[in-house]
């Protein structure tokens, strides 16, 4: 059970070009998210998916875009790579359900350290 | 809309004395509250939640946190911290209902336990 991976670990784009950071878990998590994490700001949530087929914004959605294809993976794409997009990225997932069992926790992979120059 | 205040930037403290890092929320309905670790160059790590019954939680290392309503506050601490708590700490904070799979968190605290 490897829990949340994310590829690749680091990666250095030039201001214009594109990129898609993988997310893959093996928990049979319903719920996915991406955060970014800046020095003394937390994280943000940048986009979430409830289920396969099913995404929705979060807090810092522009320039970025998600697909949920299937329940493991969660890739994050960036289209025009900006300076302002520098940061570091974590993918994360947990289980929750409309019955009484609902785990709450959110289980984070590594993260990926982004450069944008 | 919720919001997470984590009081200190950072807290150096030496080791085996206590420490306490602190977390306010504001939200006007029932929320569930949680405290995250990330040690250097790592991802976040679950270190203890309040969902519900008693206030106060605690973790498997010594860690533990109280649930203040009428504060809205869920301060953490620990009597006698080690070299290995130094990371960094994230307040969070879910609401109830429909939307409580969403955590909003705190702009974090640094822990530096020094010998």
């Known amino acids: 059970n490897a829990g949340v991976t994310q590829t690749p670990k680091f990666r250095i784009l030039k201001i214009g070009q594109s990129m898609t950071l993988q997310c893959t878990q093996d928990m049979n998590h319903n719920y996915m998210y991406w955060y970014r994490q800046d020095p003394g700001m937390g994280l943000k949530l940048i986009y979430y998916?409830?289920?396969?087929?099913?995404?929705d914004k979060g807090e810092v959605p522009n320039g970025y875009n998600v697909s949920r294809s299937t329940t493991e993976d969660f890739p994050l794409r960036l289209e025009l790579a900006a300076p302002s997009q520098t940061s570091v990225y974590f993918c994360?997932?947990?289980?929750?359900?409309?019955?009484?069992?609902?785990?709450?926790?959110?289980?984070f992979g590594p993260g990926t350290r982004l450069t944008v120059t | 809309a919720q919001s997470v205040t984590q009081l200190d930037s950072q807290v150096p403290v030496f080791e085996e004395a206590p420490v306490e890092l602190r977390c306010n929320y504001s939200s006007s309905v029932s929320v569930y509250l949680f405290w995250y670790v990330q040690y250097p160059n790592q991802g976040l790590q679950l270190l203890l939640k309040?969902?519900?019954?008693?206030?106060l939680v605690e973790s498997i290392n010594g860690f533990e946190a109280e649930f203040n309503k009428s504060q809205t506050s869920f301060h953490l601490r620990k009597p006698s911290v080690h070299i290995s708590d130094t990371a960094e700490y994230f307040c969070?904070?879910?609401?109830?209902?429909?939307?409580?799979?969403?955590?909003?968190f705190g702009k974090g605290t640094l822990l530096t336990v020094n010998p």
């Open positions: 994360a997932s947990s289980y929750s359900t409309s019955g009484r069992f609902t785990s709450y926790e959110q289980y």
């Open positions: 309040y969902l519900s019954g008693s206030t």
């Open positions: 998916s409830v289920g396969a087929g099913i995404t």
């Open positions: 969070a904070v879910s609401v109830g209902g429909g939307s409580n799979y969403k955590l909003t």
